[in-house]
């Protein structure tokens, strides 16, 4: 690796060859740095050239080359500042299951070392800090919580909420993760259960022990138990698919017993799991009220709010490290029916009047446009989890889930990504 004067790289690139290099070298011409792998010389140094004589005709001072044998591709350092960000999918793209996909490392170290944002944004339902922790464990990477935006993420956003009394429903932590995203007053299932036993009637334990109370004492209900005003459905957990049945029958009748309740509902689509949870919900609700179900706000993909989240904490890296705001975004995702849908609603939304965009998906947006800045958002699929190019063909007749280019892996994305910018 070395650091080059932008007046010595004059090397005509037309007709630069492995003998020219070398003979540039042994006239001390500084054109870049040999690695060890000869075999990877000559095409690392024409890509090398040839960008930095395209980058001597704007303001740089000097331009740091490195040759990464195992990305097979040039990483440009450079003083102009850059104004694009990388969105990534975690599952199918980073990772396969709890393994990581060997070309990841290169790929995000590539990014990091260019000073470009990235941000990971999966549908899982967990505390961002554990997922930022699993990413960190790709050897000489280092993801911050901040980085990272799940599928409840987003949810900071809608204040209106954070002081009602919510009921929150879900699996794992979910108690915790709901206090973490600033609400302030919880309930649960099992608290409903325990004020009012009985609309509890799945639980046969819980049966026998109501018959005994209501013989004993009488029907004892909890006056004091504040009323629920939202409920908040959380999932999106991969490693508990579909949801446990025993818990789907304790909710959905207790859920929709609330008749009166504004619904916000935080799920990832389309994982069979929850939607068959929602669709009995709403379902048994209608028999029940009468009415439809009412959903305020849907967050995570492939809604836009969990993309508009992703860009402002792109930003305010971007500001951080001195840099411009972000004015272009690449999504590389692996699933076409929610990374890649979600990417063009997200870019179908940008091309929108700012003041006046409107959500393709009838959710939430963001009020707040401080940090909203891209007028594009370029969605990129890689072959390496959902999407099998070989034993899937994708839907033409849906725009919406075609990607605006298709690369093997995350590596070649990147490769990509960075070529276009350059």
């Known amino acids: 690796m070395g650091i080059y004067d932008s007046s010595k790289l004059d090397i005509d690139v037309i007709v630069l060859d492995e003998g020219n290099i070398r003979q540039s070298l042994t006239d001390g011409r500084q054109i870049f740095h040999p690695v060890k792998h000869d075999s990877l010389l000559l095409v690392n140094a024409t890509l090398t050239i040839h960008m930095a004589k395209s980058y001597t005709k704007m303001p740089v001072k000097q331009i740091q080359i490195s040759l990464s044998s195992e990305l097979n591709l040039i ?39 260019l000073n470009v944002p990235i941000v990971f944004v999966s549908n899982t339902c967990m505390f961002e800090s554990d997922k930022a922790k699993q990413l960190s464990a790709l050897p000489e990477v280092t993801i911050h919580p901040e980085q990272v935006v799940l599928a409840q993420t987003s949810m900071r956003t809608l204040t209106d909420f954070h002081n009602k009394h919510i009921l929150i429903s879900g699996q794992g932590q979910v108690e915790d993760i709901a206090r973490m995203i600033d609400f302030k007053s919880i309930t649960t299932i099992e608290k409903v259960c325990e004020a009012f036993p009985e609309l509890d009637m799945i639980d046969h334990m819980n049966r026998a022990r109501l018959n005994e109370m209501i013989r004993i004492q009488g029907l004892v209900l909890d006056e004091n138990f504040r009323p629920i005003e939202a409920i908040v459905l959380l999932d999106g957990n991969p490693a508990v698919a579909p949801s446990d049945s025993n818990t789907d029958d304790e909710h959905i009748p207790i859920i929709a017993c609330n008749r009166d309740l504004v619904f916000k509902a935080a799920a990832n689509l389309p994982r069979f799991g929850h939607v068959a949870f929602l ?59 929610v990374d890649i849908v979600g990417t063009n609603m997200y870019n179908h939304l940008l091309q929108q009047t700012i003041h006046l965009r409107t959500s393709i998906s009838g959710y939430s947006l963001l009020t707040d446009l401080k940090y909203l800045s891209p007028t594009t958002c370029e969605s990129i699929l890689v072959c390496t989890g959902v999407y099998e190019p070989n034993k899937q063909k994708l839907d033409g007749k849906n725009p919406w889930k075609l990607a605006t280019k298709i690369k093997l892996d995350v590596v070649e994305a990147v490769k990509y990504i960075i070529l276009k910018e350059a």
């Not at 993309?307 to 930003?315: D, F, G, P, R, S």
């Open 279 to 337: 669709t009995c919900l709403e379902t048994l609700y209608k028999n029940i009220s009468g009415n439809n179900l009412k959903y305020t706000a849907f967050v995570g993909k492939p809604f836009e709010i969990s993309y508009q989240y992703a860009k402002t904490i792109a930003n305010k890296i971007a500001l951080a490290n001195s840099q411009s705001k972000i004015e272009r975004v690449c999504f590389i995702g692996d699933n076409p029916d």
């Open 75 to 113: 990483c440009l350092k450079y003083i102009r500042i850059l104004n694009f960000a990388c969105f990534f999918d975690i599952d199918g793209v980073i990772t396969q299951g709890p393994n990581f996909i060997k070309v990841a490392k290169p790929a995000i170290q590539t990014l990091i070392q």
